[in-house]
Structure formats: structure tokens, C-alpha cells
């Protein structure tokens, strides 16, 4: 079977020396920074394509057009791909100009030697009676597996509403099903669904995609929920920040955000790093930790030359904590902590300084105990307990072993007279 069969991808020659004889067998891979996958799981879709490509043709070489509103995605592809076969990532608006941007160096051909390519064409949202917002929410959960409505909405960056008529919408297509997560409902996509949303990514037939399509990391319930609410946490907190795209549990070259958030802040483009510790490690492991942690942090910051908001989500006494845990301070760098029980409440963050907010958070603690309830809690009462009466077990029918009865005295005397006997 021909390799390029299984591909969903654009072919072209394209001639760079100026003269039409000599061309580049090309081939183009248009992605999005919008499509639900991070930078790293995209460069794994084009290293799969590479691989493809190399066994087809003989001298290939890849054209990747992304469509990413700021400079930060672009240059995490440029970073992370292996680039097997000479490969070339631009914006969305830019061409290929010369053999020279191609790294490694392509080698160029003739026309007529060059053979036609047997290729799928690139998905085409329309042929499927898709709308580019139900596509999006598909996505999100393809990566999620089973999310809950309100984690969906955070990540897709839509209305709860919207989002309500779009899930019921997948649920009658047969893409998605109802189901149970931990305590309460929430949504699964289904195979049907997930082939989908691979075919829309343009990934290889048959390829084996599922450890770079998911989060790296499962995490409990309450961690994972607080880190996909990141979102819509940024957005309800502060007004002046616009978020283009956010994951959850993505890998970096080094260290695993439990959520990363990209997007700008006063036309200022940066990226929001969440950690999420619900604080059942000791003092000393955390301080190990996330002095490793921002290592990591002023490490992305100085290599990306851009700046980071890193925040972290837990206990009052974790906040509280942590601010001794910070090896440095940096320029590159604002740190923030929020105690996890107040959503859509977060501290300033000033660059090259920390802050929290837990004395607003004790105050607001402090004013709801004497707060009344605007519901009388009696006329929901709690559920009450099954007796549960267990037999006694029946006692055991087997002879029991007693010792003889001395009585000490007396054997203590007659011991005594054979002696002397």
C-alpha cells in the first residue's frame, strides 16, 4: 500500500531558484494554535507525517502553515519538531522564498522526474455539516476524554449556554454519550467521535496517536478541576487579559504545568503557568519541589523571551508557605498564590515580585460563617443509615487445651521432700 494514501495533506511543486525545471517536491500541512492541541502534540503529527513522507519519496520536504495569532506557538513547533526530512514552519500569511529557510538543506529536482503524489485531500469541515464552534467543543473533549460542562466551557472559551446546545447536539449525532464522573455526570466522547476529531487534525491513518493526544497526567478530581477552570479564572479576575488558547496537563521540554494559559495582557503577549498542590506532601518535598519548579519557569521564560505569570492554587497554609520556597526573584517572572476555594478571585501580579491575597480570602471566610443560608438546610435532611445486623459467628465445636491445676504450694512442697529423700 502506497504510504501517501494514508495521508491528508496538500502537494505541490514549488520552484525557489526562479526557474520552473527545477522544483521542490513539497508538501503542506496547514494546523492551527486553535485546534485543541498544544504545540507539543502538534509537533508529533508532524513528525508522523515526516515519517511518511520519507518512506514515499525519495528527497520529500514538509511546509507547515500555522495560524497562530502571536510568535510564541510557532517558535515552540520550530523548537520541538525533529525536522527527519527538510521541513519549514511559517505563518499562516507566509510562503516559502528560498531553499535555504528548509532545515535541513532540501535538494531540488527536476519537474518531469518528479511523480505524482496519490494523496487524500485535507479535511473539510463542511463536508461533515460541522460548525467551526461544535468542531472546537469536539476537540476539547477528545483531549479531555470525560470532561464536566463547565470544564468544557472554560477550555472552549464560549458561553455555558452555547456550549449546552452544542453537547446535546454531538449526543444525537452518536459523537458523545452521558455519563458518570466521580460524584456527578458529565460528558465521554465516544469512537465515532474521536475518529472524527482525528481526521480533522489531518493525522496518518493507522498512526498510533492516543499518549500525545490526552493530558500527561490523570490527576484526582478536585486538582483537575480546579486546573481546566484556569481559564475562565484568568478571564472572570482580570479584565484587561485576553486569552487565545489554554491546555491542561501539557508537556514542556522541561517540567508539566497542571494548566497553561497564552495569551496577552495589555497587548502584551505572555503566558499564565498554574500549579494546583492540594498540600498532602511535607514542607520539605514541596520546598524541593517548586524551587525545582521555578527553576523550570525562569528557564522557559529566558529561552522564549517572554514573560510569565506563574500562579499557585491551594490551602490558605500552602499559599501561605510557599513564599518561602522561592529560590529568586525575577524580572521575567510574577508570582501570585489564591487560596482554591474562591473562584474567579485573584491577586495582582507584579513582575520580579510575589503576591497573594490570603487576607482577603481569611476576610471572606470570616463574614460567610455569620452569613445565613437562603434556604432552610431542615427540609433536606440527611439520608438515614441501614442497620446492618451481622450474625454472630458460631462458636467453634473443637476441644480446648487447659493445663493441669497445680496448686503451687503444694508442688513446691512435695518437690522439696524428694529432694531431700
Known sequence: MDPLSRLTIEWKLVPLIGHDEWVADTFIHRISATDGLPPYSQARIIDLISDRLLKAHPHPCLWVSVDAPGNWYINELNRLVKRKIPTV?????????????????????????????????????????LKTSTLRVLRILARLKTAHTSEITSLAGFSETNVRHVLKGLQVRGLIEWKQIGKYDGWAILNKGLRLVQRSWNIPKGARFSKYRTEYRYAAERHRRKARMWRAWLETAYENVKIWECWTEVPLQKGIPDALAWGTCREREMLFWLEVDSGKSSRKTMKHIYQQRIRQVHHHAFSWDLPIVFCILGPDWVVKDFERYIPFHSRRLAMIGHDWRYFGELPRFEFGAWQDDLRWSHFLRATRKGTKLSFDPGQYPSKPKDKIHKDRKPKSTKPKFQSPNYDDDEYWNSSRLDQDN
Open 89 to 129: 514552519i511559517l505563518p499562516s500569511d507566509k510562503k516559502p522564498t528560498s531553499g535555504w529557510q528548509f532545515k535541513p538543506d532540501l535538494v531540488l529536482q527536476q519537474k518531469s522526474v518528479v511523480e505524482a503524489s496519490n494523496i487524500l485531500p485535507p479535511f473539510d469541515i463542511e463536508e461533515y455539516g
